[in-house]
């Protein structure tokens, strides 16, 4: 295989304020013809501006290449003027970046700023540059594409809008693409179909990949070579089965042992003996009624419809499906941020839907929520002591003396210094702002927790530490938690039962393990599939569920799912299929559910 790029002893310097700091020594990586390369590591390691450094774009980003060559076609790019960077940048090298908003623009429809791309780099009358758009979006599987042409970025979902993304990178061809984490913010359904997509792309162009993450796990199912960064420097490289099979560098180890930790799933070694129900919702429904014309009917997008469930004392109950699905809204309707259109809510056996002022400051006290954005959850005009003891300012009478006391306390619980108390949300790391906000959410000794992806923005090793010290804190606090993520090994790690959702409604609920080895409903099943392992003697060929999840404006008629699911008959879509109990923990909504080999053979 020969050599497409290679990077020699690369060094790069960033300015912060007035001072100069390096963030990347030393680093030494080869991409071959074809090849997909993962670079992995925690945020702040230097995979990004390792990438920049490739395209010359560090230099708009207040940093410079200090040292080592960038070998392109025999060719070292570090010493290229910008001018000349342009004929390399979008022709022979493109970028897919994390959040495809930032590469398309939103006054613009998709259709102009492909048009846009294609004319500058290629010498085609507009027609021709609007016929080749509509073939890139039909090579990325976008459906209907040349209505998505006239469409806005905003009317698109976020899976579709990396396909456009993918497609505007590859408008002139390029031998190198550069993607920095594409799939981070994806469900794993459209993650799966997004990883498929770049391996189906590699093989159809000829393409090399540079791929950036920090999940391990989709390193290891699309990656021919994996190097993992630490601080600034590459510390180890390798094909992915050296990678993971014997990782050698303690960083390494480190980054795939807390990923092993995640897939063996622990919520067993503090299993909940208590059936005491804290919290229950019986038929539970939200819809959001939609701006209409005048004498035009009115429609609303259904978030949730009739949903029941309970969670025991000292209880995780998992809530997983993708974006859509209605996971947060339920979760919101759950601890009273917002008011259901019908159904109750029931702590302890008393009916707090709707309830008196006294009756609902009772509820938030003894409810509490752990959101998933660690900064904009904090005011960061306060100190630390004052987001913590702000609780005890609205539900006690305690001195201030009192509040400083506890909140030193509750810090020490949650594994922080009680010097952190002066410190403001920006002078702290993301994964201690988490500590903050559950310090915040435990203060007042609540007995419920709504975690709605509150592990999911961190890195791999923190997230397994914030995970371990919310399963210290429910077994020291008897605590019950609903812990809301689109990451299932997280959630497997951590929940005693799981609930899945589809389209505003509850499809199963079992517990963790007997749902993650035989799931009943086909919906579970195309998750599970879905989901990348690191595991290499359990990876196998990609189930990948095909299209996206249907609008709550309008679901389908029957079950919600019939429109993807591989089992749907003529019942699916005519009948929605009531929850079944198919044993004393376990309960699925549909017409067949999965128990026999042959069913299972079905959905591949």
């Not at 392109?72 to 493109?94: P, V, W």
């Not at 959001?288 to 000292?314: C, E, H, M, N």
């Not at 310090?439 to 709605?452: G, K, S, T, V, Y």
């Not at 595991?535 to 249907?550: A, M, N, Q, S, T």
Request: proline share 4%.
């Amino acid at each position: 295989m020969s050599v497409l790029l290679e990077i020699k002893n690369l060094s790069v310097s960033v300015e912060r304020g007035k001072e100069i700091l390096p963030a990347v020594r030393d680093v030494n990586l080869g991409i071959g013809s074809g090849e997909i390369v993962c670079l992995v590591g925690e945020s702040g390691s230097g995979k990004t501006v390792t990438s920049l450094a490739v395209l010359r774009l560090i230099d708009y980003e207040g940093g410079r290449i200090t040292g080592g060559e960038i070998i392109f076609h025999e060719q070292d790019i570090a010493s290229l003027a910008q001018k000349e960077m342009n004929g390399i940048r979008g022709r022979k090298i493109a970028m897919v970046t994390q959040d495809p908003m930032t590469a398309l623009n939103p006054v613009f429809t998709i259709g102009n700023q492909f048009v846009e791309v294609i004319r500058q780099h290629k010498s085609v009358s507009r027609m021709e540059a609007w016929e080749e758009a509509i073939r890139l979006l039909e090579k990325v599987h976008i459906p209907e594409p040349a209505s998505r042409m006239k469409q806005y970025p905003f009317e698109l979902s976020g899976g579709m809008l990396q396909r456009v993304a993918i497609a505007l990178a590859l408008a002139c061809q390029p031998e190198l693409l550069i993607v920095d984490e594409p799939t981070t913010a994806l469900d794993v359904t459209i993650q799966a179909q997004i990883l498929n997509l770049l391996l189906e792309l590699r093989e159809q162009e000829s393409m090399s990949i540079l791929f950036i993450t920090h999940d391990l796990a989709v390193a290891a199912e699309i990656a021919d070579k994996v190097a993992v960064m630490h601080e600034g420097t590459i510390v180890e490289q390798g094909t992915v089965r050296e990678i993971f099979a014997f990782p050698g560098h303690w960083y390494t180890k480190t980054l795939v042992q807390s990923k092993r930790g995640l897939l063996m799933g622990s919520a067993s070694v503090y299993d909940c003996q208590d059936d005491e129900i804290i919290l229950e919702a019986e038929g539970l429904s939200k819809f959001y009624p939609l701006k209409s014309k005048p004498f035009q009917q009115k429609r609303y997008v259904q978030a949730v419809d009739q949903v029941s469930l309970s969670i025991r004392k000292g209880e995780t109950l998992g809530l997983v499906g993708e974006s859509g699905s209605g996971k947060s809204t339920l979760g919101k309707l759950l601890v009273s941020l917002q008011k259901s259109d019908s159904g109750r809510i029931l702590y302890r056996g008393k009916d707090v839907t709707g309830g008196t002022k006294r009756t609902q400051k009772e509820l938030r006290k003894n409810t509490q929520v752990v959101f998933q954005d660690t900064f904009s959850a904090l005011n960061p005009r306060w100190k630390v002591e004052d987001i913590i003891g702000e609780p005890l300012r609205v539900h006690t009478k305690l001195s201030k003396d009192g509040i400083r006391e506890r909140v030193e306390e509750v810090l020490r619980l949650v594994d922080l210094d009680p010097a952190f108390r002066t410190r403001y949300p920006h002078e702290i790391s993301g994964g201690q702002r988490q500590r903050i906000n559950i310090a915040r959410a435990i203060i007042l000794h609540p007995e419920f927790l709504l975690l709605d992806e509150a592990v999911s923005a961190l890195d791999l090793a923190v997230q397994s530490k914030v995970i371990d010290l919310l399963k210290k804190l429910q077994q020291d606090m008897g605590l019950s938690y609903v812990f809301i993520a689109h990451g299932l090994d997280v959630v497997r790690d951590i929940s005693h039962r799981i609930g899945v959702m589809y389209l505003g409604r509850i499809v199963e609920i079992a517990p963790a393990e007997e749902l993650f080895t035989k799931p009943a409903h086909p919906y579970t099943k195309a998750l599970f599939e879905a989901n990348p392992t690191i595991d290499l003697d359990r990876r196998r060929k990609r189930h990948v569920l095909h299209g996206e999840i249907p609008s709550p404006v309008s679901p389908p008629s029957g079950c919600h799912f019939h429109t993807r699911c591989p089992l749907a008959t003529e019942k699916c879509r005519s009948k929605a299929p009531v929850m079944d109990v198919l044993s004393e923990e376990r309960t699925v909504a549909c017409h067949y559910p999965l128990e026999e080999k042959e069913r299972v053979e079905l959905l591949r």
